[in-house]
């Protein structure tokens, strides 16, 4: 799944876009998560997009009478192309401007998201109750350790939490504790202050390092250029099952914590 650099580089990418007025709408897969709403082929013709921000791992296009919101879901991807591009099999959503430009939703799973707030002050249910953005000021190790203070769950399933930190998912996760060492097992409640201040510099520094590198293209992933992120080639941990850690020679391991692999260096990340 895309996590905060991949979608933070797609929003990127789509930044030429702002400033220009749309021109027509295609929905030819409205069943994605949630269905497309299909008053857009309506209510979005001749509007324009003023802004483009993201809150966790959705991207926000600020339009004339309010948000659309794009989530890329599991397996999602966006393109930024030419109108003479003929859309493919998995391609279920395109966005076409005045000038020819044509921003395009591809989503093989259909886990994506294309829907509408009808108001500019980001107020829907899926943001309302989301915890601070990883890279601002507000994700402290002060903040961490209290909103730890209570929780028996395992670290790594906890700032996978969209409610305690956005955007860390599996990958960053396991490669933010790494270099904080620190076990993925251990009870969130048990980190102490100087661990949380580890931890979130490291979250930090991790997520940086992934967004200098265009994010991570394990499987699906691409720039809205269509180049692939390269930050799977620092990797730590992630993935590397049995391969030598790259600190101290010992073997990766590789267990299962709340349904998903969890990488970790059993000898830099002790319990």
């Known amino acids: 799944m895309p996590e905060l650099p991949e979608v933070e580089t797609t929003r990127r990418g789509l930044l030429p876009l702002v400033g220009k007025a749309v021109k027509s709408i295609a929905i030819r897969h409205a069943t994605l998560r949630w269905p497309i709403p299909q008053h857009l082929i309506q209510t979005l013709p001749n509007q324009t997009l003023h802004g483009l921000t993201r809150r966790a791992k959705y991207i926000l296009c600020e339009f004339d009478t309010g948000v659309l919101l794009l989530h890329l879901g599991m397996s999602g991807r966006i393109c930024l192309l030419d109108c003479n591009y003929l859309p493919e099999k998995h391609d279920h959503f395109d966005i076409e401007f005045n000038d020819g430009q044509v921003l395009r939703l591809r989503d093989p799973r259909r886990f994506g998201a294309v829907l509408w707030i009808d ?86 520094s991790t997520l940086n390092d992934s967004l200098k590198a265009g994010g991570s293209s394990l499987r699906d992933f691409f720039g809205t250029d269509g180049n692939p992120g390269y ?16 600190v101290c020679s010992k073997p990766i391991k590789c267990i299962r914590l709340g349904q998903r692999s969890t990488f970790f260096c059993a000898q830099c990340q002790k319990r």
């Open 231 to 246: 930050f799977q080639q620092e990797y730590f941990v992630y993935a590397r099952t049995n391969e030598l850690c790259k």
């Open 119 to 204: 108001n500019k002050n980001n107020d829907h249910k899926l943001l309302n109750s989301l915890g601070p953005e990883p890279l601002e000021d507000g994700f402290n190790a002060k903040y961490l350790h209290q909103v730890l203070s209570n929780k028996t769950l395992a670290i790594k399933n906890a700032i996978m939490d969209g409610h305690v930190v956005v955007g860390v998912g599996n990958i960053y996760a396991s490669e933010s504790l790494f270099r904080a060492r620190i076990h993925p097992e251990m009870p969130a409640k048990q980190l102490s202050l100087a661990q949380c201040t580890r931890l979130v510099t490291e979250i930090k």
